[in-house]
């Protein structure tokens, strides 16, 4: 899969501009605050309908202006496919497949299969069980569309669910039946979530420590440690077991929506005991092996984006990583960078073609 040309319209810091791509590797370089990791953002746009830096839609859009559109031509399974995104202001945001729009965004998920390695991945370490779970559900999403559908399915009872307990203390009232029926719905949705994401991981993580150990000289011990209440009990157990506490605090203090991943690093939490270099590492091997794991199941190139990947490496990382990306095994790559010389020395090293875009 080849994304062979990319125009942007009012998106972002851009008024108008228009790419023409390398089939391989392309490099964006300028200074920062210039718009580099915009074009990436609006690759990234293309494939999962929304931004990766800034969910609300409508701050996508170029100051003073009413809409943004970003168009991507594509080659897939030696077939062209165009896409186009637009938003208006006070509107519904659009995503048409060759002039057709999505009923369901959902429907386009996993179609343009595509990671991105970002320093905003650091969240994943700094922030909550929200963003580690977000990033498992991405990853199956991409080859599963029935894992996604029933995380659509399970949030939205969970949500009524929530609604009802609230409902309840605020007028003084419970009923036991109406609840049975939001308990029976989420341990149904619930036990499918848990079982793929815990097989899901047993793939996984054998993967991710490959990876970590090519990029590090195999000089650490790393892990990832799923968890879940559901490893303990079904989930209408627990449900029924919390009940008095959920009643308290107005909302399900139980279920997959607390599930968390945990990363460690000679078993312990790499967010105190690891350097920023190992932090840095663990997120690229969490993501080249998403990557490889993506490509396994879809057996489809996903699109590698590699946002300020040489910040806070050292050459010897970064050496490394130019290596894992110097074979067939991958397909297209972008890379964004504020040094145009270090960029140009480091995929010159590669036996590919390259294309440098200074902004």
Known sequence: MILKSLSLLNYKNFDSKSFTFNDKINCIVGNNGIGKTNILDAIYHLSFGKSYFNPVATQNIKHDEDFFVVNGDYIKDNKPEKLVISLKRGQKKVIKRNGKAYEKFSEHIGFLPLVIISPADRDLIIEGSDT???????????????YLETLIKYNKILSQRNALLKYFALNHTFNKDTLDIYNNQLNEYGTIIFKKRDAFLKTFIPIFKLRYKAISNGKDAVNLVYESHLFNDSLNNLLMKAINKDK????????VHKDDLHFNIDTHPIKKF????????FLI??????????KAQSHVNPILLLDDIFDKLDEQRVSQ???LVDDEN????????THAERTENAVKQVHQSYQIFKL
């Open 330 to 337: 991958f397909g297209q790559i972008f890379i964004s960078d």
């Open 132 to 146: 580690r779970r977000k990033f498992i559900d991405s990853v199956i999403s991409q080859s599963d569309k029935t």
């Open 248 to 255: 308290a605090l107005q909302y399900t203090s139980v279920g």
């Open 321 to 323: 990583i130019i290596k």
């Open 285 to 294: 091997a969490l993501k080249l092996a998403q990557f490889d794991f993506i």
């Open 274 to 281: 690891g350097s920023q270099g190992q932090q840095k590492s």
